[in-house]
């Protein structure tokens, strides 16, 4: 494989270690010398430059750090014609954020990073998993889980001396919030997201903004496939003018608040090397580390290398926890939710849970230095062997490996091809409803229709009634399945994915289908429910399932409907994402032997693994 | 005491020289021995009959003790009052002040106010139902009595986000050592600031708390959040009308669904025994102890289910008095358990209503007072009250071992 690398060593060194054929391409330049500010005009200029290159470059891949690779051609005059660089070259642009997307874009308008977003041959690996989740969740295709690494390059790995331990404590890093030193005011109702969901953290460390703002407290609506573009830039724009007081407030909570206390504590013993700090808190530093050299053998020789995240981590590590580590050093570090993903913590690096923690272990270790030495061994030889760029390119390349979709998937709108399908339905049923998200677009499409939207949870229903009422829509509290009375519902990590089927070891959406709690609610058969409310099975004309691997059960409880139910939308997979869940192949057989065919099938943000199918009656 | 033209404890200090002029003639004639108060609601002032062209505290020229239990942080009352006077007011070792948890009694006693003794709230006696629980009303599963305990965050006020640093660190701590109170991670953690010494004019004492207190705020304004208006909003949202807000302003700051505030106390009581579970969440000027609720639902038997506060062990048995929540997910998987398991749930109210009025009613706390002030000189010991036989729970309090102790030493001479 040729990749194109957008001038960036980390890359172009792990190119070389895995003998790929690298070549450098320019990156958008802007006057204050940081790439990501680079705005729309630098990236035109730089995108007619990279077209140039590639139309006589012979490369499979483009990598980048931070969309630095991102680059534009305008077509025609005005700001709508603009293209794409890595499409038009026809080439898939594959880039690492290691720092939060919006931080990395800055210098693009968010309508332009949102529109570049949709680019489906534009990969975006990101660092933090709760970043990852959340952009998947707001509708971006093409996201990745990708960790940081250390650099491929020669590391010292003989063992570390003992005595040889000056400075003790250190901790390298930059203070990066000017937040709280700026002399505007804002308004208090700025804060509410960022404090409750600072305050939701407190009890429940793991759980990430975007379910805080969404699923616990309902502070914003979640970006529906069905939504209008206008609609979805507004939302995930209010979603993070929101997170923006919840970054600062993390800075505090993951780095300044350490930095400080320790500095109290122990005065010059610890050593503070990195921007800012005596700025924001009158802090001394010690002279910035001018060489790579310099840089890591300080990681050898200091006694403690402490490592602090930074505010825009929710999940991940950063760069320092691989750095320190392949170095050589002995990392002490606050704690991360991935960290044991990474490391055998205790063993490979050692974490703290608070500031008492923080000096306990300061002073065990000072103390044990042969135990300090094992752990540094241990951890170098973890990050060696497992999270150099390298390690992580590979992943990427395996990734990347054109993989065929399950199916043809359609590219027109499922709303606007249902209301040409069934123009003025009687009755619509919503089976699996959730908090309504579908109710909402069936109404926007069927004002005279009765819709009636079926959900179990108790949880979710209350939210359900609420959107009901304001919709006129008859909500039900009721799952629908192949036979009626109670059935035990599972609770999962994301309320989306409540499902009575349970979980699949090794599922690819693990991470939402995670249960973490159960619930008794009532089953009800489709035909049963009909008849006993008083509708006529023949005035039902469309039928909505998103019972999260539970279609065909509710399928088989609607084979009365099934005679002349128009059309039927509703959810497949195409792996098993919940035990023993019937694949794409099972309904649609199912389906076909009701009389059905597939009018088409439309893609999810995980195109590989599950998508909405359209029958209508043959 | 005789009636006050008004009682409000923020009512101006001009209008607590006038209400002394009401009490000292009283106080004069009576034979009292200790005046008690809440919320330092019946403070009143006199002109000082040994230091002419001064005022005084009405007890203190008359020699008699003032106890005033705080329901609400200091910082709450006489906020009509400058904060320098209420500060020289505060210093007076004529008045005792009862305060009802150990983070703030041991905060007040770092800045120097002398005479401050912790107690925690109780129910007033009363004439309690003890009967077995009826069938629940029809209608919501679950209640909150009470406002929203922060309207900070709707106001729109600009504030500079230098000033939330302090409290936000705090909160930062706080989530990682839950049990450490504010002062603690200001002072001795952090050290924002000194907190005031005892050579320090009364000028600097008043310019510290005043300093300490402001960086206190926005803290406070994040436990309101952390400690009640978070689980309203949670559980509006997933259970719609099975859970019922009874309190006011919540449709204006969240937009929430609520019914009025109940002001007749008699149908407000017997709304906490017959709703199935009976929510109880703090304020924000809460840090460690309980509120009123924690002893009135359980007095009046309800079933209590409530957010958890570091003190709750020392009053009730958790899980077997009441129960106690840590986040939404247990919430949630609390309120399914005790909907499904109402037997467990009127077992539970009953020994809760047993604990509170064996143990936790007012006039325990008197009992208990009073003989904290004999102890200490400040009354004779032939002061009596009505004596019931009971233990007392313990609390702890840094540096004391005994129970219901003063946190700092209480003059017996005013």
């Not at chain 1, 001018?290 to 760069?319: K, P, Q, S």
Request: proline share 6%; hydrophobic share 40%; glycine share 6%.
């Amino acid at each position: 494989m040729r990749i194109g690398a957008f001038r960036h060593g980390w890359w172009k060194r792990a190119c070389e270690t895995l003998s790929l054929d690298v070549t450098d391409l320019p990156v958008a330049e802007h006057p204050s010398g940081n790439a990501y500010a680079a705005d729309l005009n630098a990236r035109i200029a730089n995108g007619s430059k990279t077209a140039a290159v590639l139309a006589d470059l012979d490369v499979d891949l483009l990598l980048d750090n931070g969309g630095t690779g991102l680059g534009f051609l305008r077509v025609a005059e005005g700001a709508d014609n603009l293209k794409l660089v890595h499409e038009e070259a026809g080439r898939p642009l594959l880039s690492h954020f290691i720092d939060p997307l919006a931080t990395a874009l800055q210098g693009l308008p968010w309508p332009a990073v949102w529109q570049c977003l949709q680019s489906q041959s534009w990969g975006k690996a990101i660092w933090d998993r709760a970043q990852a989740v959340e952009l998947q969740r707001l509708g971006v295709p093409g996201v990745t889980h990708l960790p940081m690494a250390a650099q491929d390059r020669s590391y010292d790995t003989r063992p570390l001396h003992p005595s040889k331990c000056m400075p003790l404590v250190s901790f390298v890093g930059s203070q990066n919030t000017s937040y709280f030193a700026r002399n505007v005011t804002v308004p208090t109702n700025t804060l509410l997201a960022g404090t409750l969901a600072r305050a939701t953290r407190c009890d429940l460390p793991d759980m990430s903004f975007y379910d805080i703002y969404h699923d616990v407290y309902g502070l914003g609506e979640p970006v529906d496939p069905g939504d209008l573009v206008e609609t979805k830039i507004n939302k995930t724009l209010a979603y993070f003018n929101a997170k923006l007081f919840y970054n600062a407030s993390l800075c505090i909570h993951n780095r300044d608040r350490f930095v400080i206390f320790l500095k109290r504590i122990l005065g010059d013993t610890f050593h503070l090397v990195g921007r800012g700090w005596d700025t924001a808190y009158g802090l001394r530093t010690s002279p910035r580390l001018a060489t790579a050299d310099e840089y890591l053998n300080h990681f050898r020789e200091a006694a403690i290398n402490l490592n602090l995240v930074n505010g825009n981590a929710e999940t991940g590590l950063n760069m320092r926890h691989f750095e320190i580590t392949a170095a050589g050093g002995f990392m002490l570090c606050y704690r991360q939710p991935e960290l044991k993903e990474h490391f055998e913590i205790g063993k490979e690096c050692v974490e703290f849970d608070n500031e008492a923690d923080l000096l306990e272990k300061i002073q065990y270790y000072l103390s044990h230095p042969q135990e300090r030495v094992a752990i540094a061994l241990a951890g170098q030889k973890r990050t060696l062997s497992q999270h150099l760029y390298s390690h992580r390119l590979q992943a990427l390349l395996q990734a990347v490996q054109p993989k065929p979709l399950p199916v043809e998937y359609s590219t027109t709108n499922r709303w606007d091809d249902l209301k040409s399908l069934v123009p003025d339905p009687e009755v619509v049923l919503d089976c699996g409803a959730n908090t309504g998200q579908t109710a909402s677009s069936l109404r926007k499409i069927y004002p005279g229709a009765r819709i009636y939207s079926f959900e179990p949870v108790t949880s979710v229903f209350g939210e359900l009634r609420t959107r009901c009422e304001a919709l006129g829509v008859h909500p039900v509290k009721k799952a629908v399945g192949d036979r009626d009375g109670m059935a035990t519902i599972h609770l999962t990590a994301s309320p989306e994915a409540n499902s009575l089927l349970g979980f699949q070891e090794g599922s690819p959406c693990s991470q939402w289908c995670r249960v973490v709690g159960c619930e008794d609610v009532e089953v009800c058969t489709l035909d049963r429910w009909c008849v006993e409310n008083g509708i006529d099975l023949r005035s039902v004309d469309i039928l909505k399932l998103d019972v999260q691997g539970a279609e065909l059960q509710a399928l088989y409880g609607a084979r009365k409907l099934l005679k002349t139910v128009k059309a039927v939308y509703l959810e497949v997979s195409f792996v098993p994402i919940y035990k023993d869940c019937p694949l794409f192949d099972e309904i649609e057989t199912f389906m076909k032997e009701c009389g059905y065919r597939r009018q088409t099938i439309y893609p999810s943000d995980q195109p590989h693994n599950w998508a909405d199918a359209l029958y209508v009656k043959a | 005491m005789p009636e006050l033209p008004s009682l409000d404890i923020n009512r101006s200090l001009k209008q607590r020289l006038s209400d002394g002029a009401i009490y000292r003639p009283f106080l004069e004639k009576q034979d009292i021995e200790l005046v008690l108060d809440f919320n330092a609601g019946a403070l009143t002032l006199v002109p000082s009959s040994s230091h002419p062209g001064q005022v005084a505290l009405t007890t203190a020229d008359l020699g008699i003790p003032y106890v005033a239990c705080y329901l609400d942080p200091i910082t709450s009352t006489m906020t009509q009052v400058g904060w320098g006077d209420h500060w020289q007011l505060l210093e007076s070792n004529s008045w005792i002040k009862w305060i009802w948890e150990t983070a703030h009694s041991e905060e007040l006693v770092k800045f120097g106010i002398p005479n401050v003794l912790t107690m925690p709230m109780a129910v007033i006696n009363d004439d309690f139902d003890t009967s077995p629980l009826p069938d629940p009303d029809p209608g919501p599963a679950v209640a909150f009595m009470g406002h929203p305990a922060s309207s900070w965050f709707q106001s729109q006020q600009p504030v500079l986000p230098g000033q939330l640093f302090a409290g936000l660190t705090t909160a930062a701590v706080h989530a990682d050592m839950p049990d450490l109170p504010f002062h603690k991670i200001y002072h001795d953690l952090y050290q924002f600031a000194e907190p005031p010494d005892s050579t320090d004019d009364f000028a600097t004492r008043v310019k510290r708390s005043a300093d300490y207190f402001a960086h206190k705020f926005t803290y406070n304004a994040y436990l309101a959040l952390k400690q009640r208006d978070r689980f309203a909003r949670f559980l509006r949202l997933k259970l719609g009308d099975a859970f019922e807000l009874i309190g006011d302003h919540w449709d204006v700051h969240y937009g929430l669904k609520h019914t009025p505030r109940i002001w007749d106390r008699k149908i407000l009581h017997q709304r906490m025994r017959r709703v199935p579970i009976c929510l109880n969440l703090m304020k924000g000027c809460l840090e460690t102890g309980l509120n009123l609720r924690h002893f009135e639902v359980t007095a009046y038997g309800g079933f209590m289910l409530t957010y958890h506060t570091p003190e709750l062990p020392a009053y009730f048995e958790i899980g077997k008095e009441c129960d106690a929540f840590r986040d939404e997910e247990e919430l949630l998987q609390k309120i399914h358990h005790y909907l499904n398991h109402p037997d467990e749930r009127r077992a539970i109210a009953a020994a809760g209503q047993r604990r509170v009025l064996s143990q936790h009613l007012y006039s325990h706390r008197v009992t208990r007072l009073v003989e904290l002030l004999q102890e200490a000189g400040v009354l004779p010991k032939t002061a009596v009250v009505h004596q019931t036989p009971t233990p007392v729970p313990k609390i702890h309090v840094e540096g004391v071992n005994s129970e219901f102790a003063p946190v700092g030493p209480i003059s017996a001479d005013p």
